[in-house]
């Protein structure tokens, strides 16, 4: 038998590695020298002694230092104060906390804290090591920013937190606000402390609320996320003061996006995959964020707003405090709407406010009528307008027509004085006979059609560098609205039953009459004649009626057959109605429906007619007001200066005529006001106002341009509607001054002498006594 000789492992590996060098898998490694060869021992001792001799330095550095210094450091590190020391781990048993003295040391090193920046809103990351020529590694970090969505779910952990341990100890939510003051809860709390607690709170609140706002306005490229903690802000509910600081977000959101929203229309232009400008990249996440942060802050403003909008079967109470932040609210759109009518939202603005125009609240309804006019008047390209007269037609004809006045008096600011709807089709007709004229007379070649291709091309050029495709949109919308308009007033007429809207709508129908079209005026005319004719239907109304008949009369309907008799004397019966009581408002009223029934249509009316109107004018003018007076004598003087035939009322004598003058009737054609006078010119030429006396002198003169009896140039070139206005009495002020009436005592009464002889008068007396006696004989008897 064959015994197996053992092999040591040593030989056994060196045999793999031979065989593997044979192979060529395994480099064979060159011999150490001799010199190469060191003892273990010694390289082991050589490291000893570099560790010794470190160890000594780093001894040597401690005892250095203080032993103070050294326990703020041990502290530091266990704390993780200091941005550096985050990473450095401290094993050893921490100190409690001391309080010590403020020194020159500790301030010190409070600045230097306060320089290091804070990386708490960062993370760092650790990169691979690099290997240097030496040997050396060199550790490198990258700091990056947290996503938003971490802060905000590590700011909800930390409230969370807070509230566990509100929770856990047992406190509301009153109670532990009450604790951050440092409020002993224990113990009984007065009201002064309860107030003084409050006004730390809210004094921070404005604090903070003061330092994003500012911030904003500073740098609003760079603190737009500012506008999230303020939204943030809005929705804080520690109670003592959430309805304060609810407020107070809300003014100070309105004044920041007043101040920076842009006054054009933001879009979303930006394509994916398209390379751009980092300037132009960063404008564009700025106009997003903000145009995100905008619609937060108005879907709040809009939740605030219909608190205190009640729907059907609704029988909560609303309470004071949600009235008022409704209002503010409510206020905080209006400013945005009239400040920013063509930024983003405005529509989805309107479209909040238009349903609060018939709010039973007065003071919220003025607040948005007031915008809304604001809004109209200032409207250059009529958009916005157009936009809101739409939400405005939508909401009457769901509602009815059963609304509040005041939707259809912001209709009464629009100005459609220039505004022809005839004008579309009257141009079409108009190049339609133009073209069959050019047609006619040219035929046009192949280069002569591409010469006026090219030139309708660079008309239209033209028209955008001078700006009059504005024009003609502005122009399309405003035949737009008056369409819209139109038909809100036409709808009215014919449906609605309540008498205050009726009456705006008049009222309104008389403003733009003259933009009515001709097809319409017949109707138009015989639904007003049957509105006169009713009974319910108030003085103001019948004044509308007929002012609106005699505008649409006065203008292209002239050229309709229409008998305005009944008109003229229903104008003329209710004259007089006016005084200078309540209803001393409707005397402009009547002077607009007279000028525009005398002055203009002066040709188309008798003089019998325009006698009697002036006689009544006379008459009326001693019952209004002096400036109502001044009105109705500028017209007479202008009818006088029109028409030489009304000098008859001059002339004193009546003999000659057809009759007496009967004031009593109510047709003018047959009142027979040429047989009487002017006799109002006499106690109007005493009048208290010197204007009046002025005018009544001149139109008693025979209305003489220069000499004796003539007025002033500066009163007789103004119109009937400047002497009603300029010298009104609505800022509680005569103009000009009236002088004051002085005080004249009352002279004493003279004594009686009827008799020149006095014996005679004695012997009166004494045949008098002696009937009296004579007279009470016989009764005894």
């Known amino acids: 038998m064959s015994v197996k000789r053992k092999v040591s492992k040593i030989k056994r590996n060196n045999q793999k590695k031979n065989k593997l060098v044979k192979q060529g898998l395994l480099k064979k490694q060159p011999k ?57 781990k401290y094993s050893g048993k921490t100190k409690p906390k001391k309080r010590k003295i403020n020194t020159d040391d500790e301030t010190l090193e409070n600045e230097y804290e306060d320089q290091i920046e804070d990386t708490s809103g960062k993370r760092v990351k650790s990169l691979l090591p690099i290997k240097t020529q ?12 947290v996503p938003d969505e971490e802060i905000e779910d590590t700011i909800t952990d930390q409230k969370e937190e807070v509230d566990d341990n509100s929770s856990d100890s047992g406190l509301s939510e009153e109670e532990f606000s009450l604790q951050e003051t440092g409020i002993d809860i224990s113990k009984p709390v007065s009201a002064t402390q309860l107030l003084a607690a409050r006004n730390e709170i809210l004094r921070q609140k404005k604090i903070h609320i003061g330092n994003l706002s500012s911030g904003l306005l500073e740098n609003p490229e760079e603190k737009v996320t500012n506008l999230r903690t303020l939204l943030k802000l809005m929705d804080d509910e ?29 879009k979303n232009v930006l394509q994916d995959g398209v390379k751009v400008k980092k300037d132009t990249l960063k404008l564009h996440k700025y106009e997003e964020n903000l145009l995100v942060y905008y619609k937060k802050y108005l879907q709040k403003l809009e939740k605030y707003c219909f608190m205190i909008m009640k729907k059907k079967g609704d029988t909560r109470k609303i309470l004071e405090e949600d009235v008022k932040i409704s209002e503010l609210s ?29 709010n039973s609240r007065k003071s919220v309804r003025d607040t948005v009528k007031n915008a809304i ?46 505004v022809n709807l005839d004008q579309d089709k009257e141009q079409e007709i108009k190049q339609k006979k133009l073209q069959a004229k050019k047609s006619n007379l040219l035929q046009m070649s192949k280069k002569e059609r591409k010469r006026k291709k090219k030139l309708k091309e660079l008309e239209q050029e ?3 560098t001078k700006a009059e495709e504005s024009k003609q949109i502005k122009h ?19 449906n609605s039953e309540n008498t205050k809207i009726l009456s705006v709508c008049l009222e309104g129908l008389a403003k733009f009459a003259n933009c009515i079209n001709l097809e319409y005026y017949i109707d138009i005319v015989n639904v007003l004649n049957k509105l006169l004719s009713e009974d319910w239907l108030g003085y103001r109304e019948q004044l509308h009626c007929i002012q609106t008949i005699f505008i649409m009369l006065g203008g292209q309907g002239e050229a309709i057959n229409i008998d305005p008799t009944s ?29 525009d029934a005398l002055v203009k249509r002066r040709r188309k009316i008798t003089n019998k007619r325009a006698i009697s109107f002036v006689k009544r004018l006379a008459t009326l003018s001693l019952q209004v007001l002096h400036n109502g007076s001044l009105g109705c004598l500028g017209l007479i003087k202008t009818m006088m200066q029109l028409n030489r035939s009304i000098d008859i009322l001059l002339d004193l004598d009546s003999s000659g005529g057809e009759g007496q003058f009967q004031a009593q009737l109510d047709d003018p054609e047959y009142a027979n006001a040429s047989n009487t006078a002017l006799f109002e010119m006499i106690p109007l030429g005493n009048h208290y106002h010197p204007v009046v006396r002025k005018f009544a002198r001149n139109i008693a003169s025979g209305v003489p341009a220069t000499g004796d009896g003539s007025l002033p140039l500066e009163y007789g070139k103004l119109t009937i509607e400047q002497l009603y206005e300029d010298y009104s009495m609505s800022e509680m002020a005569f103009n000009p001054a009236v002088p004051v009436m002085k005080n004249v005592q009352p002279k004493s009464r003279p004594t009686r002498r009827d008799f020149i002889d006095s014996s005679f008068y004695e012997e009166c007396k004494e045949t008098l006594r002696r009937r009296q006696t004579d007279k009470f004989f016989w009764i005894s008897c």
């Open 32 to 88: 150490k020298s001799k010199n190469q060869n060191v003892p273990e021992k010694k390289v082991q001792k050589t490291n000893e002694e570099v560790s010794e001799e470190e160890s000594d330095h780093g001894e040597d550095m401690l005892g250095m230092v203080d032993e103070d210094d050294l326990d703020f450091l041990k502290q530091a590190i266990s704390d993780r104060s200091y941005s550096i020391l985050n990473r450095v």
């Open 134 to 145: 030496k040997g050396g590694l060199i550790h490198k970090e990258i700091v990056e920013d």
């Open 238 to 266: 520690t109670p003592e003061v959430y309805f304060t600081v609810r407020k107070l977000v809300i003014v100070s959101l309105l004044e920041v996006f007043k101040d920076i929203l842009p006054l054009y229309e933001i």
């Open 330 to 358: 409510i206020f905080a759109m209006c400013e945005l709407l009239v400040s920013h009518p063509y930024f983003n939202y405005s529509q989805n603005i309107a479209q909040v406010l238009v349903p609060f125009l018939n």
């Open 373 to 418: 006019k604001t809004v109209f008047k200032e409207d250059k390209k009529e958009e916005i307008s157009l936009k809101v007269l739409r939400l405005v037609n939508n909401y009457l004809k769901t509602h009815t027509h059963n609304v509040r006045v005041d939707l259809l008096e912001i209709l009464l600011v629009l100005d459609l004085r220039n």
């Open 462 to 464: 033209m028209l955008e």
């Open 476 to 494: 399309q919308n405003l035949t737009e609205i008056t369409k819209i308009v139109f038909n809100i007033y036409f709808r009215i007429l014919k």
């Open 567 to 595: 008109f003229y004397n229903n104008l003329y019966k209710d004259l007089l109605v006016t005084s200078a009581g309540k209803n001393h408002e409707n005397c402009l009223i009547v002077l607009k429906t007279l000028v």
